[in-house]
């Protein structure tokens, strides 16, 4: 079996907190003023996915971004999407029955947002702004990341890593990061062009806080998108960033992460 860092949380102590298990009318009435409503999630989590389904069809997007899709899938999976499930975990992610209600929650177009591996793999050795395509600038892919930013996103990747790899071997991790959030990001734009608004982005807690990811890359393409972000807790233990709703459901019972680092 294929062990991918993407499928589990970071592991940061976080504190709790007091959440809703689910968006209410008023979440939804603000929901409803974006062009963009970006939902976070555990990928394996089933709860955080129905919060998904059930925003999806209080809004009925025009677009659907998915993070986990590529964007030559598409057109396979709407032709079959209850068909689509072998290609879809055949990609590493989990139970594709836990997403299905997301496709069927509205009659949305789907983008796909995927970066493939091997261009993931490139840009965490030679860096994002070589391999992004797309405007490099617009997306401020051509400038370093503020010092204590950087120092934020290497510790968070020092504890995804279960402190097993050195601190200073995990800036390609972060390289990787910046670029599937301007993916997400273009995907998203490209989809505003395309279908109009609103727009719905699936992707995983970490591109959806609104201090460095997906929000933030939007917002530096274009200040005059107005998005709001949802991140999903477990436990009420929050996840780490900022979020303009944050959900909470049960934790999952899930294998230890750092065993395949011992």
Known sequence: MKLYPFLFPLLVPMAAHSMDAGPSADDLALLATADVVIIGETHDNPAHHEVQAQIVAALQPAGLVLEMLAPE????????????????????????????????????????????????????????????????????????????????????????????????????????????????????????????????????????????????????AHTDIIVKSIGQAEDGNAPEGTFDLVYDAPSVDRPDPCETFK
Request: aromatic share 8%; hydrophobic share 45%; glycine share 8%.
């Open 73 to 220: 899938h598409v057109s396979v999976l709407t032709k079959d999407v209850q068909g689509f499930s072998e290609a879809w975990e055949e990609a590493g992610w989990p139970d594709y029955e836990m997403y299905l209600p997301i496709f069927t929650a509205s009659n949305a177009e789907i983008f796909g947002a995927a970066v493939p591996r091997d261009v993931a793999r490139a840009s965490y050795t030679e860096g994002v702004a070589a391999h992004f395509d797309g405007d490099v600038a617009l997306f401020g892919l051509d400038q370093p990341l503020p010092r204590d930013q950087q120092e934020q996103r290497l510790d968070l990747q020092f504890f995804a890593h279960c402190e097993a790899m050195p601190r200073v071997a995990l800036g390609g991790m972060i390289e990787v990061q910046r670029l599937r959030d301007a993916m997400l990001a273009k995907v998203a734009i490209d989809a505003l062009e395309h279908v109009g608004k609103p727009v719905v982005v699936i992707t995983g807690n970490g591109h959806a806080r609104t201090d460095w990811g997906v929000p933030a890359t939007l917002q530096q």
